[in-house]
């Protein structure tokens, strides 16, 4: 292990940080926030002062930066810059803790969503802004902002790229990795602008229009009103917002394709398929046993006047169910009152989650696909023992390594899942409550079941509760290998 070219890229990227604290306290500055205008000032020399430390310390010697490195300079990359983008939240006093204000940024870079507020109207517009960018940052990939923005300094960018990109492979779009990278980028803010306009012209805010778009894009659910976007109570928004959803969630890389023209490539594309019919298939069950569900059957005995229509159930069943496949976490409804089919359903989607190459969270589509080949695959072996037969994803064969990589990462997945639930049932949290929580924050969704359901929030949940939680974020954020390796004696043997 290269300790020194790890602290010397982390440095670079803290001091990139610092800069990126300059767009939240213009915020401040524009809404005449004092309390906060110091917060991000205090937050950027102390950001600036470590970066530039670190930096000045431990100059690079080698140019070549290996696997080992890249996990470690990616996974000390996100803690340092979530315990820093902590400062403003704790500083500025919104956050009575520092726990609660790591929760939350966590939350943030990580695009899960989850809060410990439980009123964000009343707070500053730079503090709502700073949640939002932070997911919004989060959402492509802090490292791919480093690998696009700063070729200069000489260093390969294929390992941090490799480590930062979800997914069982790191798809190339152009020959070299920065040109990805800003590439992937360039796509985000397209994506970006065109829903901001949208909203805009749907009569959303412009402040609002901008959240949203941050935590949409991200896929991180985070919203300026408590009740998300049910507050607005607007078809056309829950349209584009749940449109916009369904983009983010899919690979980046079949826009690229789109751009060159190359649209049965994009039909074609297993995964692609896979998402699309398992959302429809969803919206349809969700909507159909909303409307001929007793009302008995609702968690609480009361069936919503809304959902003897056919078509508001659809219309409700349409955007949680996007929301849960794309792992945003954005409400127009609280589906923990729904039934129970509808909500096992719900936490089954974020279990599963959005495609390799998105912003979404979770297992991912192409794990999904690969396991069901694999598994139907070896059902056929058991009646023809000697059958050979290639697992293949668009139309090519899959190697046998992505096979056991997408296998053992689901194993560890489900593994990592048990503990942190048991751990946070021993903290006297219920099991509905810890199994949703830990499912939702691992799949970086956010809303959960229960007391962490979509209209409530985290704030009750025990401080060890919360770093748990805070964990499962980053796991799932980094893909477990990244975070679990970290503690392993190989990462740092020679």
Same mark, same amino acid.
């Given at each position: 292990?290269?300790?020194?070219?790890?602290?010397?890229?982390?440095?670079?990227?803290?001091?990139?940080?610092?800069?990126?604290?300059?767009?939240?306290?213009?915020?401040?500055?524009?809404?005449?926030?004092?309390?906060?205008?110091?917060?991000?000032?205090?937050?950027?020399?102390?950001?600036?002062?470590?970066?530039?430390?670190?930096?000045?310390?431990?100059?690079?010697?080698?140019?070549?930066?290996?696997?080992?490195?890249?996990?470690?300079?990616?996974?000390?990359?996100?803690?340092?810059?979530?315990?820093?983008?902590?400062?403003?939240?704790?500083?500025?006093?919104?956050?009575?803790?520092?726990? /609660? *204000?790591?929760?939350? $940024?966590? #939350?943030?870079? %990580? =695009?899960? !969503?989850? &809060?410990?507020?439980?009123?964000?109207?009343?707070?500053?517009?730079?503090?709502?802004?700073?949640?939002?960018?932070?997911?919004?940052?989060?959402?492509?990939?802090?490292?791919?902002?480093?690998?696009?923005?700063?070729?200069?300094?000489?260093?390969?960018?294929?390992?941090?790229?490799?480590?930062?990109?979800?997914?069982?492979?790191?798809?190339?779009?152009?020959?070299?990795?920065?040109?990805?990278?800003?590439?992937?980028?360039?796509?985000?803010?397209?994506?970006?602008?065109?829903?901001?306009?949208?909203?805009?012209?749907?009569?959303?805010?412009?402040? /609002? *229009?901008?959240?949203? $778009?941050? #935590?949409?894009? %991200? =896929?991180? !659910?985070? &919203?300026?009103?408590?009740?998300?976007?049910?507050?607005?109570?607007?078809?056309?928004?829950?349209?584009?917002?749940?449109?916009?959803?369904?983009?983010?969630?899919?690979?980046?890389?079949?826009?690229?394709?789109?751009?060159?023209?190359?649209?049965?490539?994009?039909?074609?594309?297993?995964?692609?398929?896979?998402?699309?019919?398992?959302?429809?298939?969803?919206?349809?069950?969700?909507?159909?046993?909303?409307?001929?569900?007793?009302?008995?059957?609702?968690?609480?005995?009361?069936?919503?006047?809304?959902?003897?229509?056919?078509?508001?159930?659809?219309?409700? *069943?349409?955007?949680?169910?996007?929301?849960?496949? %794309? =792992?945003? !976490?954005?409400?127009?409804?609280?589906?923990?009152?729904?039934?129970?089919?509808?909500?096992?359903?719900?936490?089954?989607?974020?279990?599963?989650?959005?495609?390799?190459?998105?912003?979404?969270?979770?297992?991912?589509?192409?794990?999904?696909?690969?396991?069901?080949?694999?598994?139907?695959?070896?059902?056929?072996?058991?009646?023809?023992?000697?059958?050979?037969?290639?697992?293949?994803?668009?139309?090519?064969?899959?190697?046998?390594?992505?096979?056991?990589?997408?296998?053992?990462?689901?194993?560890?997945?489900?593994?990592?899942?048990?503990?942190?639930?048991?751990?946070?049932?021993?903290?006297?949290?219920?099991?509905?409550?810890?199994?949703?929580?830990?499912?939702?924050?691992?799949?970086?969704?956010?809303?959960?079941?229960?007391?962490?359901?979509?209209?409530?929030?985290?704030?009750?949940?025990?401080?060890?509760?919360?770093?748990?939680?805070?964990?499962?974020?980053?796991?799932?954020?980094?893909?477990?290998?990244?975070?679990?390796?970290?503690?392993?004696?190989?990462?740092?043997?020679?």
């Amino acid at each position: 292990m290269n300790i020194p070219i790890v602290l010397y890229t982390v440095g670079n990227l803290v001091l990139m940080l610092a800069g990126i604290l300059l767009v939240p306290l213009g915020v401040a500055f524009y809404y005449e926030e004092d309390a906060t205008v110091w917060a991000f000032v205090f937050s950027i020399i102390i950001t600036g002062v470590l970066g530039g430390f670190s930096k000045l310390f431990f100059r690079k010697k080698e140019t070549e930066i290996g696997i080992r490195e890249g996990i470690a300079i990616v996974t000390f990359s996100w803690i340092v810059c979530i315990f820093l983008g902590a400062i403003p939240y704790w500083y500025s006093g919104v956050c009575t803790t520092y726990c /609660d *204000a790591v929760f939350e $940024t966590t #939350s943030g870079f %990580s =695009t899960t !969503g989850a &809060s410990i507020f439980k009123d964000v109207e009343i707070l500053p517009h730079s503090i709502l802004f700073w949640r939002a960018f932070t997911a919004w940052l989060g959402g492509m990939g802090i490292i791919v902002i480093f690998v696009a923005l700063l070729p200069a300094m000489g260093v390969s960018g294929y390992q941090l790229f490799s480590a930062e990109v979800s997914g069982p492979t790191a798809d190339r779009l152009r020959p070299r990795i920065g040109q990805t990278a800003k590439l992937l980028w360039i796509i985000y803010l397209i994506i970006t602008a065109s829903m901001i306009l949208m909203l805009f012209c749907g009569g959303m805010p412009i402040f /609002d *229009a901008i959240c949203h $778009t941050f #935590s949409t894009a %991200s =896929t991180a !659910g985070f &919203s300026t009103k408590n009740a998300s976007i049910a507050y607005y109570n607007s078809l056309y928004i829950e349209i584009v917002v749940a449109t916009f959803m369904f983009f983010c969630a899919c690979n980046f890389s079949l826009y690229y394709l789109c751009f060159q023209k190359e649209f049965k490539k994009v039909l074609q594309n297993s995964e692609l398929r896979f998402f699309a019919g398992l959302v429809l298939t969803a919206i349809v069950f969700v909507a159909l046993t909303l409307y001929f569900s007793k009302p008995e059957s609702f968690n609480g005995g009361i069936k919503d006047n809304r959902y003897y229509d056919l078509g508001n159930s659809f219309r409700y *069943a349409f955007f949680q169910v996007i929301t849960a496949c %794309s =792992t945003t !976490g954005h409400a127009s409804a609280d589906f923990d009152l729904w039934p129970n089919a509808c909500r096992f359903l719900i936490i089954l989607l974020i279990f599963i989650g959005a495609c390799a190459g998105s912003t979404g969270g979770a297992i991912k589509c192409v794990r999904i696909v690969l396991l069901l080949k694999s598994s139907m695959r070896e059902f056929g072996r058991i009646l023809r023992p000697r059958m050979i037969k290639h697992v293949k994803i668009n139309g090519e064969s899959v190697s046998e390594e992505i096979i056991t990589e997408s296998s053992v990462f689901f194993v560890i997945y489900l593994g990592s899942f048990g503990v942190c639930t048991l751990a946070l049932i021993a903290l006297n949290t219920d099991i509905v409550t810890a199994f949703s929580a830990v499912a939702s924050c691992m799949a970086n969704c956010g809303p959960g079941l229960a007391k962490v359901g979509p209209m409530a929030n985290y704030s009750d949940v025990a401080y060890a509760g919360k770093w748990i939680l805070s964990f499962c974020m980053l796991l799932g954020r980094l893909e477990i290998y990244s975070l679990i390796l970290l503690f392993l004696p190989i990462m740092w043997k020679r």
